[in-house]
């Protein structure tokens, strides 16, 4: 099975290479990058150097073909394939959204082709995993909505909250890509810590849209705060909502213990998650905690942005697409401490 990967001179593309080289069933046939094409892999990332994988200016023919280009750039960069019938997997954001005009409310473009995106599958495995080994079009989910959607799932599929839900997240400065800004600029972002995106961040509708689909009664007053912190990789989500009647701590483990029962990446801890128990790793680690009231109910849940929040998940989602054992490729376990 050949796979090719567009942009793997980003983090998320070469992030996404690292895995599938290793990969036991797939062969890296080629990726692309725009100022690197013409090199091997690895001469421009020399960890890569696996392979002599070229670099091309336009992406060739694969099997299956990854995107790991921008939003909107994306999806025009996938449509000649996915009308040659090659299964895409994308992670940008411009398949996760159904509705083209939230998508062009938050990412500020029309959408090149709004028919395709009933076509696409939202690509979280312990989610849709029977959707997703169908998919043709595949939507690799964001970072910050995989955090929070693991963590909180389980409860909102059972019916107990409240609508009013409240994410706390704080993620690392790969979060934000390869691309220099001010606020990622070494002196401005090392040991200090800010919130950004107050007036609303584009991974808002996608939360909001699969916890609805999660439970279709519950119409989620979702506040998303992200922040960025001084370190490489991960993020720690912080979800606070309140019951609908009271439930203990014990209800709550019992749950979620069914609910990821079998899952090879979900694993709910007994502790407060570390983002470094999950680093190079594709796990996320999920910890729900209930008050002494039995009121309210707070969820950690910790991941790296660029494997299970990125290109691992995206690899998981492949293996359910080819009928392969879902953690093929992806028993690494975390880089610790
Ligand atoms: N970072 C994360 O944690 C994360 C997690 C999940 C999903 N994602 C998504 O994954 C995608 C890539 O994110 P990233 O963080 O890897 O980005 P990135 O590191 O900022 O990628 C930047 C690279 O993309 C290439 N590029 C930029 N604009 C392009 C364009 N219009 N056409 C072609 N190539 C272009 C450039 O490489 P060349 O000049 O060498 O071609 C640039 O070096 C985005 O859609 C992002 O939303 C990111």
């Known amino acids: 099975m050949r ?7 980003g983090y998320i593309g070469m992030d996404l290479a690292r895995l599938l080289l290793r990969h036991p069933e ?19 990332l020399p960890h890569l150097d696996v392979g002599g994988i070229p670099i091309l200016a336009e992406p060739g023919e694969a099997d ?8 909107k750039s994306s999806a025009v960069a996938l449509l000649p394939f996915i009308k040659q019938g090659t299964r895409v997997i994308d992670l940008s954001a411009d398949f996760r959204l159904k509705d083209a005009a939230e998508y062009r409310r938050w990412y500020e473009v029309e959408h090149p082709s709004p028919s395709l995106l009933s076509q696409a599958v939202y690509g979280l495995p312990e989610l ?5 080994a169908a998919a043709r079009i595949l939507a690799s989910p964001g970072c910050y909505p995989t955090a929070t959607l693991l963590a909180l799932a389980p409860a909102v599929k059972e019916g107990l909250l409240e609508p009013y839900i409240i994410v706390d997240a704080k993620s690392g ?9 001010l606020n990622t600029h070494y002196s401005e ?29 519950l ?3 979702l506040t998303f705060l992200p922040h960025l912190i001084p370190m490489t990789r991960g993020i720690l989500a912080t979800c606070y909502a309140l019951f609908r009647k009271r439930t203990s701590q014990a209800q709550i483990e019992e749950l979620y213990q069914e609910f990821y029962l079998g899952a090879e990446f979900v694993k709910v801890v007994g ?13 996320c680690l999920v910890h729900p905690v209930v008050d002494e009231a039995g009121a309210r109910l707070v969820v950690l849940s910790a991941l790296d942005n660029l494997v299970k929040g990125g290109g691992g998940q995206a690899v998981q989602c492949m293996n359910l697409m080819l009928g392969l054992p879902e953690a093929t490729g992806l028993e690494t376990l975390a880089i610790f401490p």
């Open 173 to 181: 400065v790969s979060g934000a890509g390869r691309g220099l800004t």
């Open 64 to 71: 299956i073909l990854f995107s790991a280009l921008p939003h």
């Open 271 to 283: 502790s407060s998650p570390q983002t470094k128990q999950t680093l190079g790793s594709n796990r």
């Open 3 to 9: 796979v090719g990967i567009i942009n793997a001179t």
């Open 189 to 217: 972002a090392n040991e200090s810590v800010t919130a950004y995106a107050l007036g609303g961040h584009r991974h808002h509708p996608e939360m909001f849209q699969e916890l609805q689909s999660l439970n279709p009664a």
């Open 26 to 44: 797939v062969e890296v046939a080629w990726v692309t990058g725009r100022g690197a094409a013409g090199q091997r892999l690895g001469e421009y």
């Open 128 to 132: 849709r995993r029977a959707e997703i």
């Open 219 to 221: 119409s989620p007053a």
